[in-house]
């Protein structure tokens, strides 16, 4: 039998709709000669939906929508994820889901619990590659260098104080992040102490870990990073932001952003960062594929790492894909390589 190829898009977080139009790229791209390709949608509200009208159009060889909803039968996520009457079949789950309840480790802690081999970072790795105060952290101790910030715990810290500490420590603008979340969702340059007040505010609406960063003047480049123990580090590719920053709309909404691959840099500042991204993966813990994001300083402190993200965009247009199309590896074979790395850390792991 065809190996099960459960693609798993959409979610509750608010990278909801870019997830749709990544997982109907993927099931374009990915080669039915191979796989038994089962896309199962989750709504905004949670439900889980097998797209059978996705499944009979990919069987068919007719085209999918340029984004695919949740949409079909509501099924129970476990009995879905396995299959029924598929007992033959070997089951890859390859979790499309950014931000919270898809990237940050809950729906790896369950497949893990199940033991279902699936694409990408495991538990620890993803939630801590999603929370990026504890991300700061653990790249600190190993030794990455990174940007100066400032941590702000709703309910255990005083925020006048935090605020204060800041200003002081960063100097203004800074910028300040729900510490759990991605795609520039609740993040503010804050250019004064009203602004940064009301950022604090509204990062506490995503999640009751804030973290502020002195604003950096630099130019932001990435790194996608591919495989398991001995990962492999793309060539860099730089992001030429549209608006003052790489915000929601940059990415999503204008596409006004720009992406530069390869980034223009000197040879030995190019093997610099391919280093530093595959040792940040290494760091923290990731599995089968991450994007590392820096920051480069050309006249101050060279390569500072932003963050590292475990799902990072997946159109054909992403930077992620369109990294590893420049050093080598076309969309359809960077799947095929996610599914084996993805087997390769289950057998590990069982
Ligand atoms: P997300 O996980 O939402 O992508 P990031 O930490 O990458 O969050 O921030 C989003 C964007 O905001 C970055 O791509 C960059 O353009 C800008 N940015 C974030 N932090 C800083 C900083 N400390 N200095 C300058 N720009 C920043
Ligand atoms: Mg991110
Ligand atoms: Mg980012
Ligand atoms: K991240």
Redesign the pocket.
Known sequence: PLLRLVVLYGGVSAEHDVSCVTAAHVLAAADRSKYDLVPIGITKSGTWLRNDKAIAALAEGSDLPERLEPAGTEVEPLAAIRGEGTDQAITVVLPLLHGPHGEDGTIQGMLELFKVPYVGAGVLSSALCMD?AMAKIVAEQAGIPQ?RWVEFRDGIDDPNEIVTRAVAELGLPV?V?PAN?????G?T?AHDAAELDKAVDLALRYDDVVII????T?R?VEVAVLGNAAPEASAPGE?V?GSE???YEDKYVTGAAQLVIPADLPDDVTREVRELAAKAFTALRCAGMARV?F?YEAEGRGWLL??V?TIPGFTPASMYPKLWEATGISYPDLIDQLVALALDSHRRRV
């Open positions: 990026k940007c910028f992040k979340l991605g795609s520039s969702v993040i340059k960063e002195e604003a950096v630099a932001e992001i932001p920053f790489y915000d994001d920051f932003n963050e993200n």
